[in-house]
């Protein structure tokens, strides 16, 4: 299995080439194509060809598809090498990431709903949970220490586990698309995100625990991902050259979610998207509709400094359902938000992001710079996400069960 790794590794490389040229060539082809959009945080206007995370889909798809064959070379002779199990779940594993690339696609040039956008890795999950089912995969998760002397040591969970799978789909996905906004943050959190499970998984290869096979599978769905993610992230870096769309981030998301499903390490996976899960909650009473939603809650651009400030909602708190005036009660009281009460009884607060929230403590801050201030979070919670991980699981569970 190791010879795999090597070959997925010089493949993942020729990927970035690939897809570096590729970007390049097909910038024309999509702003012909009516696929452009205009940055709103740039004073200029010019067309900037968006959707291109399709593209990246695509050569990662090509890498991956000449992958195949290779574990099978490399454990020709080992009787103990389940080849069929193998197939069955990284075939499955691909055909998830390409109906996830497909319906984000769509939703590119289809401008989907919100609730359809929840439906999308469902569906795109379901190639992945059938086979994981038809082939008889474990449903039984293994408890905290702590809830042992009352449950025992496993817990059958039937059909919750496919439920819990599911899920962690769509949150991957959307996690992603909602931490956007400027130049190279869904790119560049996505690539550290990958960054983060790839060691965790040479670690634990290293290691030699368990799930070796799983986590050498998981190894290979990530590489080359990064490589594809690198190449994208050379244009769509600050001052982005491509708009990478919601494919990418439906992209990144299901096969991040593949991945921890695949190697069974689905708790730390969700470590790694420490901001991702902070950036959710944070945003929840905007979109639940405790407080006015905005359908574009990015940074806007002072034109007469060039930097970017916090994007705001405008409202009367005595609008609000009662939840929402606790919520926004509480906000107020914790300083999760910048409120400016105005005249008319309106009162107005930065939009719920992350990103507006970075710019309430800094200020105005230039675009490339609010970016790696982003990048940079992300990276820090890794580092958190690996001390929890080795520092603090044993309180929760056996080494060699987790």
């Known amino acids: 299995m190791l010879v795999s790794l090597v070959v997925v590794l010089i493949l993942s490389v020729v990927g970035y080439f690939l897809g570096d040229a590729i970007i390049k060539d097909m910038q024309g082809l999509f702003i012909k194509a009516g696929l452009f959009g205009k940055d709103l945080n740039k004073k200029e206007e010019t067309k900037i060809p968006e959707s291109l995370g399709v593209v990246c889909g695509a050569v990662y798809l090509t890498i991956m598809f000449i992958c195949i064959p290779f574990p099978f070379v490399d454990n020709l002779l080992d009787p103990h090498f389940n080849h069929l199990g193998y197939l069955q779940y990284f075939c499955s594993a691909l055909l998830s990431i390409c109906c996830m690339i497909f319906?984000?696609?769509?939703?590119?040039?289809?401008?989907?709903?919100w609730r359809h956008k929840l439906t999308l890795p469902t569906m795109a999950s379901l190639p992945l949970l059938m086979i994981y089912f038809v082939s008889g995969g474990s449903t039984t998760v293994v408890l905290p220490l702590p809830l042992r002397p009352l449950l025992g040591q496993t817990l059958?969970?039937?059909i919750l586990y496919y439920i819990y799978m599911g899920m962690l789909a769509v949150f991957c996905t959307n996690s992603i698309n909602i931490l956007a906004g400027i130049n190279g943050v869904e790119v560049g959190q996505s690539i550290v995100i990958a960054t983060s499970?790839?060691?965790?998984?040479?670690?634990?290869?290293?290691?030699?625990?368990?799930?070796?096979?799983?986590?050498?599978?998981?190894?290979?769905?990530?590489?080359?991902?990064?490589?594809?993610?690198?190449?994208?992230?050379?244009?769509?870096?600050?001052?982005?050259?491509?708009?990478?769309?919601?494919?990418?981030?439906?992209?990144?998301?299901?096969?991040f979610a593949v991945s921890?499903?695949?190697?069974?390490?689905?708790?730390?996976?969700?470590?790694f998207f420490i901001p991702q899960v902070l950036n959710f909650i944070y945003s929840t009473p905007q979109l639940f509709g405790l407080m006015p939603c905005p359908r574009h809650r990015l940074p806007k651009l002072n034109r007469t400094t060039?930097?970017?400030?916090?994007?705001?909602?405008?409202?009367k708190t005595s609008d609000l359902p009662t939840l929402g005036q606790l919520v926004f009660k509480l906000f107020v009281l914790l300083k999760l938000i910048d409120v400016e009460e105005k005249e008319n009884g309106e009162v107005s607060i930065n939009n719920l992001t992350i990103i507006n929230f970075v710019l309430k403590i800094v200020g105005p801050t230039h675009?490339?710079?609010?970016?790696?201030?982003?990048?940079?979070t992300q990276v820090l919670s890794s580092v958190l996400a690996f001390a929890i991980r080795y520092g603090l699981s044993y309180l929760f569970y056996l080494p060699s069960l987790e």
Do not use: W
């Not at 921890?260 to 470590?271: A, E």
């Not at 675009?367 to 940079?376: G, S």
């Open 103 to 113: 319906f984000g696609f769509a939703d590119d040039v289809l401008n989907l709903r």
């Open 156 to 158: 059958y969970i039937g």
């Open 197 to 255: 499970v790839l060691l965790y998984l040479m670690i634990e290869l290293v290691r030699q625990i368990c799930c070796f096979e799983q986590y050498i599978m998981s190894a290979c769905i990530i590489m080359p991902f990064i490589a594809v993610a690198m190449a994208l992230y050379k244009h769509n870096r600050y001052p982005s050259k491509v708009f990478v769309g919601d494919t990418f981030c439906y992209f990144a998301g299901m096969t």
């Open 260 to 271: 921890g499903i695949l190697g069974h390490f689905s708790k730390t996976l969700l470590l």
């Open 306 to 315: 060039g930097l970017l400030e916090m994007s705001r909602a405008t409202f």
């Open 367 to 376: 675009e490339a710079t609010l970016t790696h201030y982003i990048i940079l």
